[in-house]
């Protein structure tokens, strides 16, 4: 193990690598790029890296990207998400790191640099080593190593005169690349690297084959004049307790830089910041051949627009740009950062024992997510991670966990958090699983080696202090976690918690690992992490876990249209139960294990339903376990907000690839019933229903008393009459859940026989619904039998494109019919009848009551060319019918 400590602060403030956030003139080496096997290349990178070397018989890569991307583009392997392909692509742990070790070139145009001017190549992350060539030349004076650190190279003297430059790159596997034997990292030995341990396999996904090895992230050039501006640095302070509307008391905004003179002369400028139309100078003078940290003199912001979690308020972003005027006149670089007014504070709450967290001196109770990674193969893009992040908004989230067995997410990650108002933790990239908090047979190596990973702790530390300044900018990102479910060990620990944040961040609490208990003490109640499966709703509401549980979630089987995405036709069977006495308790076909359906799956959580007589039938009754999950968790643990939890994370709410295993919407981002269930329950307005004492109950998840409100409870039966159960007049206070009346024997003896149907609504002084939840509840027997009698209800549909790309749906439902149950609506192409993804639903899998009506906002993707698409909707008693859009 190397060991280069104590790590210096002055190294740590002005040697790392940066990557501009927007630079005065830099653009993206994005195509155009060609790749070769190492096998089939015997000359080196200074002659491949001259323009006499011909590449015309490379083949075209994907950059960014990695060898699996461009052998997927290239067609010489197949899609590894479908079926059981991925068995068919040689795992690198047979097959060699030669295998998949490859030669990357890319031609690109850039004239010799003017006067003063200074060209410089940035590398945003390689996987896992590389040496770097530029017109015959090498750049790095060693091997770079490490997934996680930045390059920058200074090339204003290595570009050709005819301004015809060949960039060459030979990119390394990760050693070891671990053996994927099924366990969690597979032997854990790919730990010893400091990247990411998923790609050895893990419980939802399978290996990666190529272990990710690439260059996976952007390359860029940029142009500066003689000072570079590196690493700003942004700090807001919002002293007091704050409320997102009115007039602000003032912020302070503090502002730092790392300013580079790469030139052989000193040189004197000006260093100045603009923000909200008031600017920050200061006159600096920098030796040459030299980086200087440079600090300027606060901003005191006037009446400030505050940035907000999700659905406590609005956020909004400033254009701050920081530039460098050489003797005041001429601009040198430029940076533009954008900047949410807001600070996050944290305090102990003695009566859950466990850590709250406040903004803007709010406390917010936290309903989170945890993301492993947006693609296993790092196939990212700023849309697709702007749709993802929108479905975690839209679920009524306001808190991401970025998982430590991925990576630090990408700056276009934080970018969609900080637009959506969603809090960030990222953790760092330990895991308990290869990490060596367990004994385990799986492993390689014991657990006291396993302890000491990765093999390079200089390497670690000094990664992780060039993605804090990565990322230290964006006011989502809300806390540090030094480990999934273990901390790095002690030397690592300590750099990050004494040296490294409090350095280069210096504002954000430092957790150190996922569920520590300085984050919340976990034995009251003697609950624990997790469960991860189907449960009993009632258990959401009566079982104790910990008071700020990492990690709890369910299931999330896809509809029929998701399934047939990767499953073969011939792999579509639904699942056997075969009773809880047999071993095991269901027969699952193979592909579905491989796709890590849980084992502990749906089938006995369906047979109230009905015991499925088709795979379209199972995942049709799968929708309606999805929904009741995940609503029924949010549910319960509002229902204890600041008695039992200050906060909850779900494990998980997606996949990276197309796995069965916990997750709101599929790979190919179309939502299942879930996303639904758990944006209705996370609602920050919400009237609900406690299975366990029959008691209705309210939650506010805001910072005002509501008032002047009613509580409207009714039953229906299968044949859609109605009976009124009560109502009273409501008032909650701010931030707080509260019991109003039980629904206990009027509500046993109208389900008694059939089951029953439950509205909760809470309506306005102009009896407008501002809240509302619908249930469906079991007989006395435990079953469905009343649905599955349920008559056809005549639903009338219809729909009408309001503005680009947004079409209004009306669902309306006769009187004297029954309810019209459980309607999954769907926009898709009017030709092919596919689904438009990804889409955007005001809601789904809705119930529409007798003699009411209810109207759904859908926005989707606009297909150039494509004509107006249609609508189908399709319910438990509404058969599917397709809709022109007007």
Known sequence: MKHKLPFLLSFLFLNFFHFPATSQTSYELNAGWKCQSIAKVKENGHAISKATYSTATWQPA???????????????????????????????????????????AKDFQEAPPQKNEQVWLHLRGVNYSCDVFLNGQKLNDKTHEGMFLRQSYNITQHLAKDGKNRLALVVFPPDPVG??????????????????????????????????????????????????????????????????????????????????????????????????????????????????????????????KLWWPNTYGAQPLYHLQLRFLVN????????????????????????????????????????????????????????????????????????????????VERPEFFEACDKYGL????????????????????????????????????????????????????????????????????????????????????????????????MSFNSIGGGGDGPYTIQPISQFWAYRTWPFNSEVGSVGVGDMES?????????LIAPQYLGPNSKPTEKVDSVWHYHNYTGVGYEQHLLPYGAPTSIEDFARKAQLVNYDQYRGLMEGFSSHMWDWYTGTIIWKTQNPWTSMRGQLYDYYLDPNAGLYGLRNGSAPLHIMFDPVDSMVLAVNNSFEIKRDMMLVATAYDMAGKSTSLGQVIVEIGASTSKKYFPLKGS???????????????????????????????????????????????????????????????????????????????????????????????????????????????????????????SITVEGWNVPKQTYLVK
């Open 62 to 104: 994907v950059v960014p990207g990695t060898v699996l991307t461009t052998q997927l583009a290239n067609q010489q392997i197949p899609d590894p998400f479908y079926g059981m392909n991925n068995q068919r692509i040689p795992d690198i742990y047979t097959t060699g790191r030669d295998y998949y070790t490859y030669w990357f």
């Open 179 to 304: 053996n994927p034997n099924g366990g969690q990292g597979g032997d854990g030995t790919i730990a010893k690297n400091v990247t990411h341990q998923y790609v050895a396999g893990w419980d939802w996904i399978q290996p990666i084959r190529d272990r990710n090895t690439g260059i996976w992230d952007k390359v860029t050039i940029e142009k500066t004049q003689l000072i570079n501006v590196k690493n700003p640095h942004i700090i807001t302070l919002v002293p007091g307790k704050r409320k997102p509307e009115g007039t602000q008391a003032p912020a302070t905004v503090k502002v730092s830089a790392e300013l580079e003179n790469s030139t052989d002369k000193k040189v004197t400028g000006v260093l100045q910041y603009t923000l909200d139309r008031k600017t920050v100078s200061q006159k600096v003078t920098l030796p040459a051949k030299a980086t200087q940290l440079v600090r300027l003199k606060d901003l005191v912001l006037q009446n400030p």
């Open 328 to 407: 005041g006149k001429t601009v040198s670089d430029e940076e533009t950062v954008q900047v949410g007014i807001r600070e996050i504070q944290r305090e102990w709450n003695v009566h859950t024992r466990s850590m709250q967290v406040l903004v803007n001196g709010q406390k917010i109770f936290l309903k989170g997510a945890n993301w492993i990674i947006s693609d296993a193969m790092l196939r990212f893009s700023p849309a697709r991670y702007d749709a993802e992040l929108r479905f975690h908004r839209d679920m009524n989230l306001n808190l991401m966990r970025v998982w430590g067995g991925a990576l």
């Open 423 to 518: 809090l960030v933790i990222q953790d760092f990239w330990i895991t308990g699983d290869a990490n060596g908090k367990w004994v385990d047979p799986m492993k390689k190596d014991d657990q006291w080696t396993r302890r000491k990973y990765p093999d390079d702790h200089h390497l670690f530390l000094t990664s992780a202090a060039d993605q804090v300044k990565m990322i230290r900018n964006h006011p989502s990102l809300a806390m540090w976690c030094g480990g999934n479910e273990i901390t790095p060990p002690k030397d690592l620990l300590t750099a990050l918690e004494d040296s490294i944040l409090p350095s280069l961040d210096g504002t954000r609490w430092f957790i150190p690992y996922s569920n520590a208990d300085s």
């Open 563 to 571: 399934l047939q995405r990767f499953l073969p036709k011939e792999n």
């Open 747 to 869: 509500l046993r003896k109208l389900a008694k026989d059939k089951g029953v149907f439950l509205s909760l609504r809470l309506l306005n002084l102009e009896k407008n619904c501002i809240s509302s939840n619908f249930y469906w509840l079991a007989d006395a027997k435990g079953t469905y039998s009343g649905l599955q009698e349920l008559t056809n209800a005549p639903l009338q549909v219809a729909a009408k494109q309001s503005a680009k790309s947004k079409i209004e749906v009306t669902l309306s439902n006769p009187a004297g019919q029954p309810v019209a149950f459980f309607n999954r609506i769907s926009v898709v192409h009017s030709l092919t009848g596919q689904r438009l993804l990804p889409a955007f639903y005001s809601d789904n899998y809705v119930s529409i009551l007798p003699g009411e009506k209810q109207t759904i906002t859908v926005e989707y993707t606009t297909i150039a060319g494509a004509p107006l698409p």
